[in-house]
């Protein structure tokens, strides 16, 4: 089972996966998390270019094209054969963030993007992917508060970032089968329940 984490920059993702991992595994699965850009040796090297403060002038094409080209090392190395294995995949982002960051956040044409991902991934789709909706002044804020690194895609407008979030909504809205909206303005604590009842929903309905 594929599952993905979807959501703005600062939503909260990332705090909540070693906590969902474990749920899981205690549920009688194995599972391996990765997260994107990232998570395999080359893809790691991919980031770094992708994220360097000093890339500023990267063309949007040319940092599709990393995003992608990262994302078809971890599909290949990684996530296709734990999946071949009964394994469950918990990836913190995935190819629904091109849609939404370079698609509905840069205005990228989404047929063109969904034939490039669709390359990449040779077409693996997540059979759950959770959103975590927040409203972009509190994520950003949560993300200056957090001491995370900041780094060069966090300079982008806020403008930009509401046409991220509002692109997740219309992306979940489209495939409600897959998706499942969290409301990450809740407490951690809360949020990690209705992660874990919608994971076992999902599981329970396979
Ligand atoms: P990261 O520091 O990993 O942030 P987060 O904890 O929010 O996931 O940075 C990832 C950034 O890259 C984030 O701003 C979203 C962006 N991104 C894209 O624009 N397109 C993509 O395909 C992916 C995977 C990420």
């Known amino acids: 089972m594929f599952i993905t984490l979807e959501g703005p920059d600062g939503s909260g993702k990332s705090m909540q996966v070693p906590a969902l991992a474990d749920f899981i595994r205690e549920q009688g699965f ?114 200056q508060k957090g001491g995370g690194e900041w780094n060069r895609l966090d300079d982008y407008e806020l403008a930009f970032h509401n046409r991220v979030r509002h692109g997740y909504l219309e992306l979940a809205n489209c495939e409600p089968a897959r998706w499942k909206v969290i409301d990450a303005s809740q407490s951690p604590q809360q949020v990690q329940l209705d992660l874990r009842s919608a994971v076992l929903a999902s599981i329970g309905s396979r």
């Not at 063309?59 to 995003?67: A, K, M, Q, V």
């Not at 071949?84 to 993007?113: F, K, M, N, P």
């Not at 997540?126 to 950003?140: A, I, Q, R, W």
């Open 30 to 143: 194995e599972v391996l998390t990765t997260r994107e850009p990232g998570g395999t040796f080359i893809g790691d090297q991919i980031r770094e270019v992708i994220m360097r403060m000093d890339n500023k002038s990267m063309n949007p094409r040319t940092e599709i094209l990393l995003f992608c080209a990262a994302r078809a090392q971890i599909v290949a190395e990684v996530i296709r054969p734990q999946l071949e294995r009964g394994a469950v995949v918990l990836s913190d982002r995935y190819a629904d963030s091109t849609l939404a960051y370079q698609g509905y956040g840069h205005g990228i044409d989404l047929g063109t993007l969904q034939s490039i991902l669709n390359f990449a991934t040779g077409g693996l789709k997540p059979d759950l992917t959770l959103l975590f909706d927040v409203d972009v002044e509190t994520g950003l804020s949560r993300r």
